[in-house]
């Protein structure tokens, strides 16, 4: 969700330049920088930004600047004897020369504005157009970070997806090792004469099913499958829907690892647990 727009337009009497930049965030939170002109209209360029990004932390900035004499102008001259101010002692502490201060206060921030404070109809049409260029722009940027994210995720998901055959490929021989281990104890425990062959393979089968993994591997590969559909959607937002299916599948993975009782097969789980907290990581840059 990291992105950067910038466009600027003059037509007529006025320059309008808007700056957005985007950083990641699970809410919007629009931090906005507008021209006093701009004041009533303040509401409606939030609702176009929030209709437009959706989720982040949102800088905006929106400077008019007047051409020429089209309009009367005036100074603000409080504002312009503090900035002054601050020039002048900052010029003396770096024993910099003191010239020419007087254009360079001109083009201070509200310095000199137009003596009335409202835009014309046209004038607001044309801020609007360059807030929506603007827009597109940082949309474009946030589309080329995603076409990335995509293809960072569908990595992690088809790794978990090959670690996931390997933990397949060794369930026959957990078993085995699980029934050889259970022999060897009982006889340890009890004379292989005095065990009742029967009763001993009704408890190891009773005692393998507790142990088995095969219905959380099938919900595992249901998830996988599901999550690479949604990633394929072409909706605005999914993040939080994608974020959820990671969280079954983290669930699956954990629940493989508690049950396989099996050092070989820990070993992918780890390697599954691995790939699933950089998809995680990645999934908060998601709409």
Same mark, same amino acid.
């Given at each position: 969700?990291? =992105?950067?727009?910038?466009?600027?337009?003059?037509?007529?009497?006025?320059?309008?330049?808007?700056?957005?930049?985007?950083?990641?965030?699970?809410?919007?939170?629009?931090?906005?920088?507008?021209?006093?002109?701009?004041?009533?209209?303040?509401?409606?360029i939030? /609702?176009m930004?929030?209709?437009?990004?959706?989720?982040g932390?949102?800088?905006?900035?929106?400077?008019?600047?007047?051409?020429?004499?089209?309009?009367?102008? *005036?100074?603000?001259?409080?504002?312009?004897?503090?900035?002054?101010?601050?020039?002048?002692?900052?010029?003396?502490?770096?024993?910099?020369?003191?010239?020419?201060?007087?254009?360079?206060?001109?083009? @201070?921030?509200?310095?000199?504005?137009?003596?009335?404070?409202? @835009? @014309?109809?046209?004038?607001?049409?044309?801020?609007?157009?360059?807030?929506? +260029?603007?827009?597109?722009?940082?949309?474009?940027?946030?589309?080329?970070?995603?076409?990335?994210?995509?293809?960072?995720?569908?990595?992690?998901?088809?790794?978990?997806?090959?670690?996931?055959?390997? *933990?397949?490929?060794?369930?026959?021989?957990?078993?085995?090792?699980?029934? +050889?281990?259970?022999?060897?104890?009982?006889?340890?425990?009890?004379?292989?004469?005095?065990?009742?062959?029967?009763?001993?393979?009704?408890?190891?089968?009773?005692?393998?099913?507790?142990?088995?993994?095969?219905?959380?591997?099938?919900?595992?590969?249901?998830?996988?499958?599901?999550?690479?559909?949604?990633?394929?959607?072409n909706?605005?937002?999914?993040?939080?829907?994608?974020?959820?299916?990671?969280?079954?599948? =983290?669930?699956?993975? /954990?629940?493989?690892?508690?049950?396989?009782?099996?050092? =070989?097969? +820990?070993?992918? *789980?780890?390697?599954?647990?691995?790939e699933?907290?950089?998809?995680?990581?990645q999934?908060?840059?998601?709409?």
């Amino acid at each position: 969700m990291t =992105g950067f727009g910038k466009s600027e337009v003059t037509h007529g009497e006025i320059t309008t330049t808007v700056e957005i930049k985007s950083l990641n965030g699970k809410q919007l939170d629009i931090n906005l920088k507008i021209s006093p002109l701009l004041r009533p209209y303040e509401f409606e360029i939030r /609702n176009m930004i929030q209709q437009a990004l959706f989720r982040g932390s949102i800088d905006v900035i929106i400077n008019i600047r007047q051409n020429g004499a089209a309009r009367p102008m *005036v100074i603000n001259s409080l504002l312009a004897k503090h900035y002054y101010q601050s020039i002048s002692s900052m010029a003396q502490e770096l024993n910099l020369p003191e010239n020419d201060i007087l254009s360079a206060l001109l083009k @201070l921030p509200e310095v000199v504005s137009p003596s009335t404070e409202e @835009l @014309l109809p046209r004038e607001w049409e044309q801020v609007k157009q360059v807030l929506d +260029q603007a827009i597109a722009e940082i949309d474009k940027h946030r589309l080329d970070e995603g076409a990335s994210l995509k293809e960072d995720l569908l990595l992690r998901i088809n790794n978990i997806e090959k670690y996931q055959q390997e *933990v397949a490929a060794q369930e026959p021989l957990r078993k085995e090792k699980i029934r +050889q281990r259970l022999e060897a104890s009982l006889e340890e425990l009890v004379n292989k004469e005095n065990i009742d062959k029967n009763r001993m393979e009704q408890e190891l089968i009773f005692y393998i099913e507790k142990l088995d993994i095969s219905e959380e591997q099938v919900r595992l590969a249901n998830h996988c499958r599901y999550f690479k559909e949604v990633l394929q959607e072409n909706v605005p937002v999914m993040g939080k829907k994608l974020n959820f299916i990671l969280q079954e599948i =983290g669930r699956e993975i /954990n629940t493989t690892g508690a049950k396989a009782n099996d050092a =070989g097969i +820990q070993q992918w *789980v780890v390697r599954m647990k691995d790939e699933l907290e950089k998809a995680k990581e990645q999934i908060m840059n998601v709409l």
